[in-house]
């Protein structure tokens, strides 16, 4: 079933019995999403992630991780960020457990997949995507990259802000 893509998936025909787990390498698709402005996507549009299932005594515990690189622009200088994303995330299902012991993403049996991991990810997310912790971003004036720019970049000081004033006022 390798390139084949999970959207939702069929626990309950794992046939699982109580205190069984399994493991499972599945592929999820993953739709572009925007960030901070910025458009963010992962190759191929899918993620290759471990999905293990566990049976508890009346219900499921689960445990998605995945390992991404994500393409799309450093939000101050807008190259190539070059990030990656990893996520570790767990879901419980308790029937009867109440609120805290029932997964979002489960419903009679079947686990939606897609919707845990685009959740998943981006909480994962950094609170801004940037090349490095250190990059300049774009000149205010003319929008080039200072990275590349060098310290020499300036431009000429604003002129006088009276002759700004004097163009503003029209005589008839
Ligand atoms: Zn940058
Ligand atoms: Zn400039």
Same mark, same amino acid.
């Given at each position: ?15 699982? !019995?109580? /205190? ?10 993953? %739709?572009?999403? =925007? ?11 899918? +993620? ?5 299932? !566990? =049976? ?25 960020? /070059?990030? %990656? ?36 990810? %981006? ?17 205010? +004036? ?10 020499? =970049? %300036? ?18």
């Amino acid at each position: 079933m390798v390139g084949q893509r999970t959207d939702i998936f069929d626990i309950g025909a794992l046939g699982l !019995s109580s /205190g069984e787990g399994r493991r499972l390498e599945l592929e999820v698709a993953v %739709a572009d999403f =925007h960030f901070g402005g910025e458009r963010y996507s992962v190759p191929g549009g899918s +993620v290759s992630a471990t999905l293990d299932v !566990s =049976h508890t005594t009346s219900g499921y515990s689960m445990r998605l991780r995945l390992d991404t690189p994500l393409e799309g622009p450093c939000m101050r200088c807008l190259a190539d960020a /070059g990030h %990656a994303v990893a996520v570790d995330a767990r879901e419980v299902d308790q029937p009867g457990g109440g609120e805290e012991l029932s997964s979002p993403y489960l419903e009679d049996e079947h686990l939606d997949l897609r919707a845990w991991t685009r959740d998943a990810l %981006a909480l994962a997310l950094p609170v801004r995507i940037i090349c490095k912790e250190e990059c300049l971003g774009l000149c205010s +004036v003319c929008g080039e990259d200072l990275n590349r720019a060098g310290p020499e =970049h %300036a431009h000429e000081p604003e002129p006088d802000p009276r002759w700004a004033a004097l163009r503003e006022l029209r005589l008839d």
